[in-house]
């Protein structure tokens, strides 16, 4: 019995915390009945629709969510409700524009309380002047003359990489034991430790001039102090640096999946990816690693990773939060409301993108699409730190991986989700076949 009551008395007390959350927020909503919000429904108490929401993102369709609120309310924008709070979803350029434009003005960035925690004092957290800082600090090693000096060496890994492991095979944020966020609290913890002891010999290592401070991003955190003075504490540095690496690996190889899914489904594509890549190697001598004018000669092959991203975002959306009252259209805003911008509206839209289902890698040539209808790596202020050095990673990739091998999906019609990212179900298997040009 007493075991029992273990289990059942917590279970019980978080469930009537999440009611009195919930009535919260009801009540909160009551104060303000003349208010001409947004047409929708917040859905189930507590839950709100984010069941329906997660079923999409499990069938990697969650512009299907979307659409089917669209169609019934407004084509701008909705409300709905999810993980525990309420939700406006904006659609389309307009949307996204608003959004990207009113970033510490009408809005500022807001991430789930499982981001925040575990990314604590990177810049995820950082809003306003802070956030501009580290930006700042962050970008001054993501600039185009430092990728120009990374780019041989992303060239020589990835052919290293190729040679050793391609050509042998031919939720809720409840840190509680056996739950995934309890793991990736752990494992993050993992990753800080092994920073922090790079961190503490680098720092050693400047002090001795063993180091240089301009050599890379971890010295020039140590030695970079904002416009007051302030440098960042060691913890800032690690949480920045483990941001970096999340939002380094994960994202991209979410997007080199779909572009192996891609060129193994349209073999047409393939062929003139492969045509252009020749082209450039053979401009080259034997064993010249890529330099910086070879990547800008990669149009076609950018375009179609463009296109990639734009049938298939790694990532749906992202959030913002409502930091004043403020009207959209014929809509009052209520301050503290969660807005989420999204992709699909406007990925696929036809009128922005005629046959919106259909690969062509030719939307992307000339002045490309309208402004704010293509979104992959967001806009505004917060646009993706890494959208330079992702371009490169995907680009070298693309040209070491279709030089050496052509290859099969083992399942043609292998579905993808969002967890959080977009990726295979089943791991994208694929049978290579060895290239010799």
């Not at 409700?81 to 996204?96: E, I, K, L, Q, R």
């Not at 970096?244 to 997007?255: E, K, P, Q």
């Not at 009207?327 to 503290?336: A, Q």
Request: net charge positive.
């Amino acid at each position: 019995m007493e075991v029992t009551n273990l289990v059942v008395l917590p279970a019980v007390l978080a469930f009537f915390v999440l009611c009195l959350y919930f009535i919260t927020k009801v009540v909160r909503l009551g104060k303000h009945p003349n208010l001409n919000l947004p047409p929708g429904r917040l859905g189930w108490p507590i839950v709100g629709e984010t069941f329906d929401f997660m079923r999409t993102m499990n069938e990697g369709n969650v512009l299907r969510f979307i659409q089917e609120r669209v169609e019934k309310y407004d084509a701008r924008v909705f409300k709905t409700s999810m993980f525990g709070d309420p939700v406006v979803v904006f659609c389309g350029p307009a949307g996204n524009k608003f959004l990207f434009s009113n970033e510490n003005k009408n809005v500022q960035v807001w991430w789930p309380s499982s981001v925040r925690k575990l990314l604590r004092l990177s810049l995820v957290n950082k809003v306003g002047d802070e956030a501009k800082m580290v930006r700042r600090l962050l970008m001054s090693f993501l600039n185009a003359e430092t990728l120009r000096n990374y780019l041989p060496k992303m060239d020589s890994i990835a052919q290293r990489h190729i040679d050793t492991y391609w050509e042998g095979i031919i939720g809720l944020p409840l840190n509680i034991p056996g739950t995934r966020f309890h793991r990736a609290m752990k494992a993050a913890d993992v990753i800080r430790n092994e920073i922090e002891m790079i961190l503490k010999k680098r720092k050693v290592d400047l002090e001795e001039k063993r180091a240089s401070p301009t050599q890379d991003l971890l010295s020039h955190m140590l030695v970079t102090s904002d416009p007051n003075g302030r440098f960042m504490t060691e913890m800032e540095i690690i949480d920045n640096i483990l941001l970096l690496l999340f939002a380094g690996h994960d994202s991209s190889r979410s997007v080199l999946s779909l572009v192996m899914k891609y060129l193994g489904q349209l073999p047409q594509v393939y062929e003139h990816v492969l045509k252009e890549q020749l082209e450039i190697s053979q401009g080259k001598e034997a064993g010249q690693l890529l330099q910086w004018e070879d990547v800008q000669k990669m149009k076609y092959s950018w375009n179609v990773a463009s296109e990639v991203m734009r049938l298939s975002p790694p990532v749906s959306g992202a959030y913002r939060e409502a930091i004043k009252d403020f009207t959209y259209g014929d809509y009052n805003i209520p301050k503290g409301w969660k807005l989420h911008w999204n992709t699909g509206s406007s990925h696929e839209d036809p009128a922005l993108f005629s046959n919106p289902e259909t690969f062509d890698a030719s939307r992307f040539e000339g002045a490309g699409p309208t402004p704010f209808s293509y979104v992959p790596f967001g806009g505004g202020p917060r646009m993706c730190l890494g959208q330079e050095f992702a371009r490169l990673e995907i680009l070298v990739f693309m040209h070491n991986i279709v030089k050496r091998f052509k290859w099969d999906l083992v399942i043609p019609d292998e579905k993808f989700k969002y967890d959080p990212l977009l990726e295979p179900v089943k791991g994208l298997a694929i049978r290579l076949h060895p290239s010799h040009f």
